[in-house]
């Protein structure tokens, strides 16, 4: 098929070179426009776009697709470019923009999502870390017909993933991206025979993009809730907790934890024990292990290591 596709990030990414290695021509590719990124803030085009430009693919970065909206002139130069792209089908995969209902309509086959959950269960922003953070066993890729509604439309086609105890948001992505890809050329070879199945009215939930607030780690969670947030948020935006030090306060961040179900008899946030098995600290209810922690500036450290350079002590507090 002649499409165009629509994305920002590595999951899209690799979508998108699935469909090209599967025969299909990409005539167009939409994508978020270039943001500032690491130490420098230097402008950076997104991985879609990257890999649009190296197989000389056209590209176009409106900031809107409202021909209402704020940025009317993006979305009419848009129209021009989608309507001269003479696509069968627009696939999107994590874009950014909401569609609106002319472009829902403009491809003869129309507009087919690649979507990182099983839904109706955890339509939005970031269905994988909020799986993990729920403590969910299975997720999975949905593909589905785009209707104007956000993750309501019609399902054509799933595909179940596990997920595992130890799973990251990281980990859990790439397997994800993966099947994405898997998922989309199977869904596109058999389009005209799939069944479109309107979502179920029960189990809807909504995942919520993640915000730098919830970095915070508040201690009188349960141990096992924060073990799954911390896998959650790894690899963004990183739990975090202040620790008291002779030079004043730092952050540190937390990146791998188990929880036990020993009940502590200190105050939540106090350290039971530091050795190189883990830094065990008194939760709300149970303790958790901390097995991997970064200091500012410094590398993701095993317990071990870390607490050559960073010495912590039973009775020590790590809270504000």
């Given at each position: ?63 809107s697709l409202r021909l209402d909206g704020k940025y009317p002139d993006d979305a009419a130069a848009a129209c021009d470019t989608l309507l001269a792209a003479h696509a069968d089908a627009m696939v999107v995969a994590a874009y950014g923009l ?223």
């Amino acid at each position: 098929m002649r499409l165009i596709f629509a994305g920002t990030p590595e999951f899209a990414q690799v979508a998108m070179a699935a469909l090209h290695a599967a025969g299909h021509e990409i005539v167009l590719v939409l994508t978020q426009p270039d943001r500032p990124a690491g130490r420098g803030m230097k402008l950076q085009p997104s991985p879609v776009k990257q890999w649009a430009l190296e197989h000389e693919v056209p590209v176009s970065q409106p900031r809107s697709l409202r021909l209402d909206g704020k940025y009317p002139d993006d979305a009419a130069a848009a129209c021009d470019t989608l309507l001269a792209a003479h696509a069968d089908a627009m696939v999107v995969a994590a874009y950014g923009l909401i569609l609106p209902q002319w472009v829902l309509d403009l491809p003869p086959k129309g507009c087919l999502n690649i979507h990182a959950s099983l839904l109706p269960r955890w339509r939005g922003a970031a269905p994988i870390h909020r799986a993990i953070e729920a403590g969910d066993t299975q997720t999975g890729i949905t593909i589905m017909q785009m209707d104007a509604g956000l993750d309501t439309g019609d399902m054509l086609l799933v595909l179940t993933c596990p997920i595992a105890q130890d799973d990251t948001t990281a980990v859990l992505h790439d397997r994800l991206a993966a099947l994405g890809g898997q998922a989309i050329v199977e869904a596109l070879v058999a389009l005209d025979r799939l069944p479109r199945q309107p979502q179920p009215t029960e189990g809807v939930n909504y995942a919520h993009k993640i915000d730098k607030a919830e970095a915070a780690l508040d201690w009188g969670l349960n141990a096992e809730v924060l073990a799954r947030r911390i896998r959650a948020f790894d690899p963004f935006p990183g739990m975090t907790v202040p620790l008291t030090t002779a030079s004043g306060v730092e952050t540190l961040k937390l990146w791998q934890a188990v929880s036990e179900v020993t009940e502590p008899s200190l105050q939540a946030g106090t350290v039971l024990s530091a050795d190189a098995s883990g830094v065990r600290v008194a939760c709300g209810q149970g303790v958790l292990c901390l097995t991997q922690l970064q200091r500012p500036g410094g590398k993701r450290l095993g317990a071990a290591d870390f607490l050559r350079g960073c010495p912590l002590q039973s009775g020590q507090r790590l809270a504000a």
